[in-house]
């Protein structure tokens, strides 16, 4: 057998596997503060390849001293990110860090879904669920690739080292505390297995997150003509302002090479509006909270300072709070290593088309990396409706990706194989 064989078998062995870690991940609800479950299933997973897995404790005050975290008001003591290395032997191979998150987003609104949020269910190629797309197949994805290869009996010149981060959906800060601890800190490349499945992203834009806090008097709804000032209704005069700041960002997209042909790579989300305690009185406190995004090359406080430009134009008196996202966008070069040998073996299982090379409105841990002068790279499962209702991802494509990124880490950390080594005893119980 051709050693493209050989993988390609030992990825497909890891099917059923792979199709169970997904449903435990999915059915574990990893939203903001709930990832626990979903770490002690990737450390399960991670020994289960034969690798000591290794815990990373988030550390408030080391995240907070790091001038490029974002800031959050929630208790992280409890948190940790999970970790684990398949230590090469040192030889010609570069090193590479496969990242994923295990935290996912609220399901939006349950009662739309066709089937629970939190309930894999499986319907012809797709599995349903929210977080199977963004991104528990990903995980899922690399680290079949990696329990495929070592029961294949393969070994590798560089190291390869998985990562299960929390809060990348809301800081950043768990794989930023990864590369504070040193995990993965000076690998030659990091790939991220976010669902972007025919095409690698290389550009991404930054985000901000900032909560409009508006003070209103209240009074009796009868005489709020005349008495009273409605703290709802003044968002709604931040919010226009705001609209106006993010057409002047839009009609910027010229400068920035990799944006300059989307219609809106900048969009300003509202994401939540509170207030008020009852109906017949006008509410004496209303909070706005939105997302923007900026450009790469463009700096968080750069936005921050035309952010509360555009609040005090609205002229209602409001205040701006900064509690989560505060992110610097990045690029990477289409010419890197690491993109042509990742475009190879892409290739080798698409039937020889090559990934297109993108950018994406949206941002990713990716630029922790790129700032760290390791180049990093999305790419995972086809999934639908991420952040949406019947969020869903491709079974078929979650076994293409670890096959991709089976061949590729052969490539790029210097794979030979050698004898069968999962279920050996001499290979078990981790790393020496
Ligand atoms: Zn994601």
Not at 29 to 42: K, N, R, S, Y
Not at 94 to 101: A, I, T
Request: hydrophobic residues 40%; negative net charge; glycine residues 10%.
């Amino acid at each position: 057998m051709t050693q493209r064989a050989v993988i390609e078998r030992a990825v497909a062995e890891q099917a059923s596997w792979m199709e169970d870690l997904l449903v435990a991940l999915v059915q574990a609800p990893t939203v903001l503060g709930a990832e626990e479950p979903g770490q002690a299933l990737m450390e399960r997973a991670f020994a289960d390849c034969g690798l000591e897995p290794e815990s990373i404790a988030l550390d408030a005050a080391a995240i907070r001293a790091d001038p490029h975290h974002s800031p959050f008001s929630w208790d992280v003591t409890s948190k940790r990110n999970v970790t684990a290395t398949w230590r090469g032997t040192g030889g010609e191979g570069k090193s590479l860090v496969l990242n994923g998150h295990v935290d996912v987003v609220p399901p939006a609104s349950e009662s739309l879904w066709t089937s629970p949020p939190f309930t894999a269910r499986r319907d012809g190629d797709w599995l349903y669920g929210r977080g199977a797309g963004d991104m528990k197949a990903g995980l899922v994805a690399m680290t079949g690739a990696v329990r495929a290869l070592r029961a294949a009996g393969v070994q590798l010149a560089g190291d390869v080292t998985l990562q299960s981060v929390v809060e990348e959906e809301c800081t950043g800060n768990g794989t930023l505390q990864c590369l504070l601890s040193g995990s993965g800190d000076g690998a030659h490349a990091a790939v991220l297995t976010e669902p972007h499945h025919d095409h690698f992203t290389l550009a991404q834009v930054g985000v901000l997150w900032f909560h409009v806090d508006v003070r209103g008097v209240p009074a009796h709804a009868a005489r709020a003509s005349s008495l009273g000032y409605n703290a709802l209704d003044a968002t709604q005069a931040v919010l226009r302002e705001l609209r106006v700041l993010e057409a002047e960002l839009n009609a910027q997209r010229g400068d920035h090479a990799w944006y300059a042909d989307l219609e809106h790579p900048i969009n300003l989300n509202p994401g939540v509006l509170s207030g008020g305690d009852w109906t017949s009185t006008v509410p004496a406190e209303a909070t706005l909270s939105c997302r923007l995004a900026l450009y790469p090359g463009q700096e968080p406080a750069d936005l921050q300072r035309r952010v509360e430009a555009a609040v005090e134009r609205a002229d209602v008196g409001a205040t701006v709070r900064y509690d989560g996202f505060r992110c610097e966008g990045s690029e990477v070069a289409r010419d890197e290593p690491v993109v042509l040998a990742l475009s190879d073996a892409y290739k080798m299982v698409h039937g020889g088309a090559a990934p297109e090379l993108r950018a994406t409105t949206a941002t990713t841990d990716a630029r922790h990396f790129v700032r760290r002068g390791i180049p990093a790279i999305c790419f995972g499962p086809w999934a639908e409706d991420i952040h949406g209702i019947d969020e869903r991802v491709s079974m078929t494509s979650m076994t293409q990706v670890a096959t991709v990124l089976a061949h590729f880490v052969m490539d790029w950390c210097g794979g030979a194989q050698t004898t069968p080594a999962l279920g050996a005893p001499a290979h078990r119980g981790g790393e020496s």
